[in-house]
């Protein structure tokens, strides 16, 4: 398992995230996801353990509250609870579960977006080098929650109280969570999707292009282009940050495209194939199944009967 030592604990510590956790409770009385009037900033609870599910998570950084939750990606699991938070520079498919949490006791969560915009302001504020970014790496971790990375959370959900404070304060506490995390073990992470010339950087070009256009057929060498890298360097990196090849990844947006189509807007498999570039309706059913366990016509179903359809995104 992919985590670090956890960080120091004590009075001071619970009651702050018992602070977090009465603010998220609040905000979000029931199961669900929720975004709120804060922009960039989503909220997560489950009142009960969950199936293990495949979805495609943006790029965030997510702190918990109470409750425990593990994702995993390729063959490595990711724990993450009020002890760790896990950073997500990158959109990555994620197979998570809440595997802690009772009506007692809700898992609850936020999660704040990461922009490569921002993580390069606020290295150039701070004068980091981006020569100092390793090679690239998986585009995923966990680490120790610290206190001051806790303290910001709990001001920037007391903004959610007052229109004003959320429009002034919380961003310039969203950028504060985000120099945090960069000062950390995981800053090397952010400061390689910070730096424009970075593997990560040049991946992360690539996963846009396929989220804004995976309906088309795209190729390899495409990709390679718009990230500005060799086939077969693009390839390799590409596989080490996602775990998967380019096209097994277009696969999986894809999948995981139609698969909301399916829950929330009650289409018809068919329908949802075509929609995100399926020219073949058995062929979508084929994977469609082996990635998800069941057959297109089968998921809004098996989403009302595990109680899925109260949660459209992960955190």
Not at 119 to 129: D, H, K, P, R, W
Not at 204 to 229: D, F, K, T
């Amino acid at each position: 398992m992919n985590e670090t030592s956890p960080a120091r604990s004590g009075p001071p510590r619970r009651r702050q995230v018992e602070r977090l956790a009465g603010l998220i409770g609040r905000q979000l009385p029931s199961p669900g996801h929720t975004t709120t009037s804060i922009d960039g900033l989503s909220l997560y609870r489950a009142d009960q353990p969950t199936p293990i599910r495949c979805a495609l998570y943006d790029p965030c950084l997510i702190l918990v509250a109470q409750g425990t939750k593990r994702g995993q990606v390729g063959e490595v699991v990711y724990e993450y609870s009020p002890a760790r938070y896990l950073v997500l520079p990158v959109s990555l498919p994620i197979e998570a579960q809440v595997v802690e949490a009772s009506p007692q006791r809700p898992f609850l969560s936020l999660a704040v977006r990461i922009e490569a915009q921002t993580l390069g302001e606020i290295m150039v504020g701070t004068g980091t080098s981006p020569r100092q970014t390793p090679e690239t790496g998986p585009g995923i971790a966990v680490s120790s929650t610290t206190d001051e990375l806790l303290d910001a959370a709990v001001r920037l959900l007391d903004c959610l109280d007052s229109e004003a404070d959320g429009r002034v304060l919380a961003p310039q506490i969203q950028r504060e969570m985000l120099y945090r995390v960069l000062n950390g073990p995981q800053g090397d992470l952010l400061r390689s999707l910070g730096s424009q010339d970075s593997n990560l950087a040049q991946i992360s070009r690539a996963l846009g292009l396929i989220h804004a256009q995976y309906q088309r057929a795209l190729s390899v060498p495409e990709l390679a282009r718009a990230a500005h890298m060799s086939e077969s360097t693009f390839y390799e990196a590409f596989r080490t940050v996602t775990t998967r090849s380019p096209l097994q990844y277009l696969k999986e947006v894809r999948l995981n495209r139609a698969r909301q189509i399916l829950l929330w807007e009650a289409t018809g498999a068919q329908q949802a194939a075509l929609r995100v570039g399926y020219r073949s309706a058995s062929q979508f059913s084929r994977e469609f199944k082996r990635r998800f366990g069941r057959a297109p016509s089968r998921e809004r179903q098996w989403a009302l009967s595990t109680g899925e359809l109260g949660e459209p995104q992960p955190g």
